[in-house]
């Protein structure tokens, strides 16, 4: 058989057989092609190529005698292929009001005949008809040669004429709905998802952009008004076209990368981390300022396929409220992270991305209570979520309750977060602020690909899905935890994992009295949190994110004298039996869990 490389050659040679058959053997003994057959086989494999050139002598002889309309014509001409057809007839009827000749494929062609709109196909261009099921279309000389010569170079120009070959001045293409087949409830076979992959569009929206000087490339409905006036005014903005062809390479990106994701899953093994990938995203909305006002900022969405009807803030339903800002998004994202972890009916309380106060309750109006109580000051101004449906009664206690450190001042919320709200409830609720936001969001999935930015490169981890049923609650001290002791510690032990390290919570009967976050030093983080939990700790459960280094006149100690009734931690120092002898000396359960929270 002939490689790959040698067909290419034969089709590119003299149109004369004779002239090809020649050179076949003429060049035998020099040619840098392959051969994997014997001279026999080789001799034979020829004449199908030889049928192939042929033919394609024939179509060049009847593009010369049946030209397209030329650059030189002065016709105006627009290629037309859509897989997504909106607003196609009202593009189609513009152009051709503005004197273009509309050259179409397939189904497009019916659409724009459909709307009165006069089409030339394809197949009447090229001369060959659409073969391979569809695959071949436009990939052709007679469609890329139009689209891709400089107007500007007389000898691309002179070519186009000698071949009888047209130029396009308007290219306007979408893809095949890969992204949507394969992210279609049921799935897809991997037969029908490699049909679905599109090459001939690609191709023309590169080459178009690629010429976009020269042609305008339109991948995106939303421009096709733009487009229309643009070509109205007889406009020669070179910025417009550089910003059609910018929008078409990103178009074609995004649409490679959902096809290497999807066929990186298909691959064996499926190791969770490929060599290369590209994350698509796609600008959701600009931003006032960043994390501080000096700092401009946007808010992207993540359209890989993995994070399709995955949940999550980034594509939560805001129904009320000022527009979201960079913190707002980052705490929004912490609480609803932190509040669906929990499977009884649950209220979490955040600032600056720490949960401050938790509370599992079966009367959820409880729960939201004991929250703002675990640290009324810093829920001042901060976000409550809850994995529950805010109704009237609850929308009612959120816009009057008062502040449990006086009394008297009703409580202040950037935001709330729910996975839904009764028409009343929401009603109720946009009256407590004109700014409040009212999000609708839906919980994560478990199994997501966690991405950090460090400089110059980017951090990738498995999301931290582990709850306390996936684990073992070891008791290595002489006192076995109760019943409630052990149900504090494994609620305590679910709320550290959400606070930023170092950190500690305390709790008791389902409800976080206190933390301590983000101290250099476990004692500091212990410290914090035994203030703010008071009296109320006496006989609670404390989990810690990692392990204690030290036990004897440090964390497990004071702990321990301040009358602490169980401690979950990882467990793993070199001085374990430390925290060991030291529970044992205050009868105070400890609890290793072999798994570590750090959250940097």
Same mark, same amino acid.
């Given at each position: 058989m002939?490689?790959?490389?040698a067909?290419?050659?034969?089709?590119?040679?003299?149109?004369?057989?004779?002239?090809?058959?020649?050179g076949?053997?003429?060049?035998?003994t020099?040619?840098?092609?392959?051969f994997?057959?014997?001279q026999?086989?080789?001799?034979?494999?020829?004449?199908?190529?030889?049928?192939a050139?042929?033919?394609?002598?024939?179509?060049?002889t009847?593009?010369?005698? *049946?030209?397209?309309?030329?650059?030189?014509?002065?016709?105006?001409q627009?290629?037309?292929s859509?897989s997504?057809?909106?607003d196609l007839?009202?593009l189609?009827?513009g152009?051709? $009001?503005?004197?273009y000749t509309?050259?179409?494929?397939?189904g497009?062609?019916?659409?724009?005949e459909?709307?009165g709109?006069?089409?030339?196909?394809?197949?009447t261009l090229?001369?060959?008809?659409?073969?391979l099921?569809?695959?071949v279309?436009?990939?052709h000389?007679?469609?890329?040669?139009?689209?891709? &010569?400089?107007r500007?170079?007389?000898?691309?120009m002179?070519?186009?004429?000698? *071949?009888?070959?047209g130029?396009?001045?308007?290219?306007?293409? @979408?893809?095949?709905?890969?992204?949507?087949?394969?992210?279609?409830?049921?799935?897809?076979?991997?037969?029908?998802?490699?049909?679905?992959?599109?090459?001939?569009?690609?191709a023309?929206?590169?080459?178009?952009?690629?010429?976009? /000087?020269d042609?305008?490339?339109?991948?995106?409905?939303e421009?096709?008004q733009?487009?229309?006036e643009?070509?109205?005014?007889g406009?020669?903005?070179?910025q417009f076209?550089?910003?059609?062809?910018?929008?078409?390479?990103?178009h074609?990106?995004?649409?490679?990368?959902?096809?290497s994701?999807?066929?990186?899953?298909?691959?064996?093994?499926k190791?969770?981390?490929?060599?290369?990938?590209?994350?698509?995203?796609?600008?959701?909305s #600009?931003l006032?300022?960043?994390?501080?006002?000096?700092?401009?900022? %946007?808010?992207?969405?993540d359209?890989s396929l993995?994070?399709m009807?995955a949940?999550?803030?980034?594509?939560?339903?805001?129904?009320?409220?000022?527009e979201?800002?960079? @913190?707002?998004?980052l705490d929004?994202?912490?609480?609803?992270?932190?509040?669906?972890?929990?499977?009884?009916?649950?209220?979490?309380v955040?600032?600056?991305?720490?949960p401050c106060?938790? &509370?599992?309750?079966?009367?959820?109006?409880?729960?939201?209570?004991?929250?703002?109580k675990a640290d009324?000051v810093s829920?001042?101004?901060?976000?409550v979520?809850? @994995?529950?449906?805010?109704?009237?009664v609850?929308?009612?206690?959120?816009?009057?309750f008062?502040?449990?450190?006086?009394?008297?001042?009703?409580?202040?919320?950037?935001?709330?977060v729910?996975?839904s709200?009764?028409? /009343?409830?929401?009603?109720?609720?946009k009256?407590?602020?004109?700014?409040?936001?009212i999000l609708?969001?839906?919980?994560?999935?478990?199994?997501?690909l966690?991405?950090r930015?460090v400089g110059?490169?980017?951090?990738?981890?498995?999301?931290?899905?582990?709850?306390?049923?996936?684990? #073992?609650?070891?008791?290595v #001290?002489?006192?076995?935890p109760? $019943?409630?002791e052990?149900?504090? %510690?494994?609620?305590?032990?679910l709320?550290?994992k959400?606070?930023?390290?170092?950190?500690?919570?305390?709790?008791?009967?389902?409800?976080?009295?206190?933390?301590?976050s983000?101290?250099p030093n476990?004692?500091?983080?212990?410290?914090?949190?035994?203030?703010?939990?008071?009296?109320? %700790?006496k006989?609670?459960?404390? &989990?810690s994110?990692?392990f204690f280094?030290?036990?004897w006149?440090?964390?497990?100690?004071?702990a321990?004298?301040k009358?602490i009734?169980?401690?979950?931690?990882?467990?793993?120092s070199?001085?374990?039996?430390?925290a060991?002898?030291?529970? @044992?000396?205050?009868?105070?359960?400890?609890?290793?869990?072999?798994?570590? *929270?750090f959250?940097h």
């Amino acid at each position: 058989m002939l490689s790959s490389a040698a067909t290419a050659t034969a089709t590119s040679v003299s149109a004369r057989s004779g002239d090809i058959l020649c050179g076949y053997f003429r060049r035998k003994t020099v040619s840098p092609f392959r051969f994997a057959q014997p001279q026999q086989v080789y001799c034979k494999s020829l004449r199908p190529s030889f049928v192939a050139v042929r033919a394609m002598s024939e179509s060049q002889t009847a593009t010369k005698n *049946h030209p397209q309309s030329s650059g030189s014509s002065g016709k105006k001409q627009a290629l037309i292929s859509l897989s997504d057809k909106k607003d196609l007839a009202t593009l189609g009827n513009g152009l051709q $009001e503005l004197g273009y000749t509309i050259v179409s494929t397939g189904g497009t062609a019916s659409t724009l005949e459909n709307a009165g709109v006069s089409v030339t196909k394809v197949e009447t261009l090229t001369h060959f008809p659409e073969m391979l099921d569809g695959r071949v279309k436009t990939l052709h000389p007679n469609i890329h040669g139009g689209i891709l &010569a400089r107007r500007d170079v007389e000898h691309h120009m002179v070519a186009l004429n000698e *071949h009888g070959i047209g130029t396009f001045d308007v290219v306007v293409v @979408n893809l095949y709905p890969f992204y949507d087949k394969v992210t279609a409830p049921g799935g897809i076979s991997f037969e029908d998802g490699i049909e679905n992959i599109d090459i001939g569009g690609p191709a023309m929206i590169r080459a178009a952009a690629k010429n976009h /000087k020269d042609v305008l490339i339109v991948v995106d409905s939303e421009d096709y008004q733009a487009v229309l006036e643009y070509l109205k005014g007889g406009q020669s903005d070179q910025q417009f076209r550089r910003k059609l062809a910018w929008k078409a390479f990103q178009h074609v990106a995004a649409y490679d990368s959902a096809v290497s994701e999807w066929l990186w899953k298909q691959t064996e093994g499926k190791e969770k981390f490929p060599p290369s990938f590209t994350v698509p995203l796609s600008l959701q909305s #600009s931003l006032r300022y960043g994390e501080n006002p000096h700092q401009k900022a %946007a808010f992207y969405v993540d359209k890989s396929l993995a994070e399709m009807n995955a949940g999550g803030i980034a594509t939560a339903i805001q129904h009320h409220g000022k527009e979201m800002s960079y @913190n707002n998004y980052l705490d929004a994202d912490a609480a609803w992270n932190c509040v669906s972890e929990f499977e009884n009916p649950t209220c979490v309380v955040v600032k600056h991305t720490n949960p401050c106060g938790v &509370a599992s309750r079966g009367d959820i109006l409880e729960a939201y209570r004991l929250a703002v109580k675990a640290d009324p000051v810093s829920a001042f101004g901060g976000i409550v979520a809850f @994995n529950v449906e805010v109704d009237e009664v609850l929308a009612r206690e959120l816009r009057e309750f008062r502040s449990p450190t006086d009394g008297e001042t009703r409580m202040f919320y950037e935001i709330v977060v729910a996975p839904s709200y009764t028409a /009343k409830g929401l009603e109720v609720l946009k009256g407590k602020s004109k700014t409040l936001r009212i999000l609708e969001a839906k919980k994560n999935d478990q199994g997501k690909l966690s991405l950090r930015q460090v400089g110059g490169g980017w951090l990738a981890q498995d999301s931290d899905d582990i709850t306390p049923e996936d684990i #073992s609650f070891k008791s290595v #001290s002489d006192k076995t935890p109760t $019943e409630s002791e052990l149900a504090d %510690a494994k609620f305590a032990w679910l709320c550290v994992k959400h606070v930023k390290s170092n950190a500690i919570v305390i709790a008791k009967n389902n409800c976080m009295l206190g933390m301590g976050s983000g101290q250099p030093n476990r004692v500091e983080s212990l410290r914090l949190a035994f203030k703010k939990a008071g009296e109320e %700790a006496k006989g609670a459960a404390l &989990a810690s994110d990692a392990f204690f280094p030290f036990a004897w006149k440090d964390a497990v100690e004071e702990a321990c004298e301040k009358g602490i009734g169980a401690i979950a931690e990882p467990g793993g120092s070199i001085r374990d039996q430390d925290a060991i002898d030291c529970c @044992n000396k205050y009868g105070v359960s400890l609890l290793f869990t072999n798994v570590r *929270h750090f959250r940097h």
